[in-house]
C-alpha cells in the first residue's frame, strides 16, 4: 500500500510562489515515476508535471518555465516548485504513482492564486 501525502497549499498572489511537498510511506519514488497534477472547479484533472526514476521531467505547456519537479530520495518526497503564479494555476494539486498496475493518489492541497 503507498500513501502520499501533499502539503505546502495556501493563498498566495498573482506573480508570487510556493513549494508543494509529496512525502511517501516508503521509497516509493526511487523505483516509480511520480505526476504532479491538478484539478481546478469544473475542470478535469490535468497533468501538471512528471519525474520519471532516471531524472527526466515533463511539463504542461502551461507551466513550462514556471515550474519544477524534483525528488528527495533521502527523504522519500517530491516536490512541485512554483513560481510566476498566475490566477488560473488555482486548483487542487495532487500527487501521483502508479505501482504494480495501481494508481495511487494524495488527498490533494490547496492552491488559490489571487489576481
Known amino acids: 500500500q503507498v500513501q502520499l501525502v501533499e502539503s505546502g497549499g495556501g493563498l498566495v498572489q498573482a506573480g508570487g510562489s510556493l513549494r508543494l511537498s509529496c512525502a511517501a510511506s516508503?521509497?516509493?519514488?526511487?523505483?516509480?515515476?511520480v505526476d504532479w497534477y491538478r484539478q481546478a472547479p469544473g475542470n478535469q484533472r490535468e497533468l501538471v508535471a512528471t519525474?520519471?526514476?532516471?531524472?527526466?521531467?515533463n511539463y504542461a505547456d502551461s507551466v513550462k518555465g514556471r515550474f519544477s519537479i524534483s525528488r528527495d530520495n533521502a527523504k522519500n518526497t517530491v516536490y512541485l516548485q512554483m513560481n510566476s503564479l498566475k490566477a488560473e494555476d488555482t486548483a487542487v494539486y495532487y500527487c501521483?504513482?502508479?505501482?504494480?498496475?495501481?494508481?495511487?493518489w494524495g488527498k490533494g492541497t490547496l492552491i488559490t492564486v489571487s489576481s
Open positions: 516508503g521509497n516509493i519514488f526511487s523505483i516509480r515515476p
Open positions: 519525474l520519471t526514476i532516471t531524472g527526466y521531467t
Open positions: 501521483h504513482v502508479r505501482h504494480f498496475g495501481m494508481d495511487y
